[in-house]
């Protein structure tokens, strides 16, 4: 059986996840990465489909500028942002949550406080 080999990961990205926000099967998530001893924000959809979880991560383009000053091009900025989702999937992400109060929770609770 012929099996196709993942790239390896690189070790000198770390991803961190700030914040959840679930809206049923989407998820939106921001957090900051460090590559090359800089940190850099990122956003990101989470999705649950048919043929399992995906992640789509963007970039700023005042973020794009800075690794485009650290010495990455179109295709090396491409591969990062695929490293940067696949840490997401396979939980090498760091989650580092600023809040633990989902915003659809906290709208809820308020309305639930006015009625009373």
């Known amino acids: 059986m012929y099996r196709v080999a993942r790239p390896e990961l690189p ?8 914040s959840l926000d679930e809206q049923g099967r989407v998820t939106y998530i921001s ?9 850099l924000n990122f956003s990101a959809i989470g999705m649950e489909g048919y043929g ?7 970039l700023s383009e005042d973020i794009i500028k800075e690794l485009r000053r650290l010495g990455l091009d179109d295709s090396g900025i491409e591969d990062l942002l695929t490293s940067l989702q696949r840490k ?5 992400a760091h989650i580092q949550l600023k809040s633990n109060v989902n915003k659809t929770e ?3 609770d308020v309305r639930k406080a006015d009625s009373t």
């Open 11 to 18: 070790e000198d990205l770390d991803v961190y996840v700030d």
């Open 31 to 39: 957090g900051h990465f460090i590559y090359r001893k800089v940190s």
């Open 52 to 58: 399992g979880p995906n992640i789509a991560a963007t």
């Open 88 to 92: 997401i999937m396979e939980g090498q």
């Open 106 to 108: 906290t709208q809820a």
